[in-house]
């Protein structure tokens, strides 16, 4: 089950990547990322645009360019990526996509979404970048399909 779009998933994979890596360099390259993750290069491109408008990442140009976080990946929570990526309409529309939605006209899944999205707020809050690279690291844990 997906709860993000592809574009939220692909930058969070780029980012956990980023973060895994930031310690060695201070930028990493767009085509690593890519290729390392097997990722479309134009896709993530798209995605990580978004991340570096919203002053989350940095971009530099040449030959040592690529992207780097603009701040300490402790001070950055998942919350924060997702609504940028998403939108900040993602936590407040229907689940089944119908106009409208709410406590006077809700839909079937209209109290399970109510609950679940509250829940997954609290979580994304609580988590950061630096967790989750941490956590990779440490447990060796993949960001690709093999």
Known sequence: ????SNGTIYALRALIFIVS????????SLSEVS????ISFHFLTK???KLTKE???TSSRGPAGGVAL???ADTIPLIDVVLILEGPEYFDSCILGLPGCGKEAPCPLHEFWFIYKSKLMQEL????LADLGNK???DRLRLTQE
């Open 1 to 4: 089950m997906k709860i993000f």
């Open 21 to 28: 890596k930031q310690n060695k360099q201070e930028y990493t």
């Open 35 to 38: 290729n390392e993750l097997k």
């Open 47 to 49: 995605s990580l645009q």
């Open 55 to 57: 002053g989350v990442l």
């Open 70 to 72: 603009a701040k300490p």
């Open 125 to 128: 809050t609580k988590v950061s």
């Open 136 to 138: 990779t690291l440490q």
